[in-house]
């Protein structure tokens, strides 16, 4: 690509791939490469893509910065649209979908996450807690927890469906700028440009290991399927 891809998501059941381009998602074989679907999405650009846990919907959120901001999702089978949340005043940056499809956490520079119900298309949360651009979200694979970062260094942890806070996690410097939670939901993991990698469990909010990952800063982290 000639320009930067803003985000990439893979099928947790299924061989497609996800890459975010300029006002549309396209779809391609993680195999052989081919294209299997272009998702429109004139709103804007795509800047946080990520499947569903059972593989059958994509979620993403942009916009366009400084004037709107949304989230939107696709039936992956049929390539429609399901649902679309939001009617923000700048670009989301931050966004998922909970396990049960029922949930969108959003957020960006305004620095307040958003919780819409994808059913009634309402909003049933707006918390106002990192004082810079919140950078990413992401839902526990039980749904219970979700977790948001920000370009402050703070990273967060709230109850899934009520967005009422459970930890603030202290421990990077600089801005979190991913995290993913081991398959079974109880440890945490999170890397910042501060180059540190930390893993944090879930029963008291406690550091349980830390590294340094790249001393230049670090821009994304995940778990592999078995949690090692």
Not at 220 to 225: G, K, L, N, Q, V
């Amino acid at each position: 690509r000639p320009n930067a891809v803003p985000a990439l998501a893979h099928s947790p059941w299924a061989p497609i791939v996800a890459v975010a381009g300029q006002k549309q998602v396209i779809l391609y074989h993680s195999e052989n490469f081919e294209v299997l679907g272009i998702l429109p999405y004139p709103e804007g650009f795509p800047q946080s893509l990520s499947f569903s846990s059972s593989g059958a919907i994509l979620q993403a959120g942009g916009g366009r910065g400084g004037k709107a901001g949304n989230v939107v999702a696709w039936d992956v089978k049929t390539g429609e649209r399901v649902f679309e949340v939001g009617r923000e005043f700048d670009i989301v940056l931050g966004s998922d979908i909970s396990p049960d499809h029922r949930r969108v956490v959003m957020g960006g520079p305004g620095k307040i996450f958003k919780i819409w119900d994808t059913v009634a298309g309402e909003q049933v949360a707006a918390v106002k807690k990192h004082p810079d651009w919140m950078l990413t979200a992401d839902y526990s694979p039980d749904g219970v927890l979700l977790a948001t970062g920000g370009r402050n260094s703070g990273l967060y942890v709230w109850e899934g469906a009520t967005g009422l806070e459970f930890y603030t996690l202290k421990g990077h410097t600089k801005a979190v700028t991913d995290w993913a939670w081991r398959p079974d939901s109880t440890v945490l993991s999170s890397i910042s440009e501060d180059g540190q990698a930390i893993l944090w469990e879930m029963n008291e909010g406690k550091q349980i290991k830390r590294w340094t990952a790249h001393s230049g800063g670090g821009a994304a982290i995940d778990f592999s399927p078995d949690g090692q």
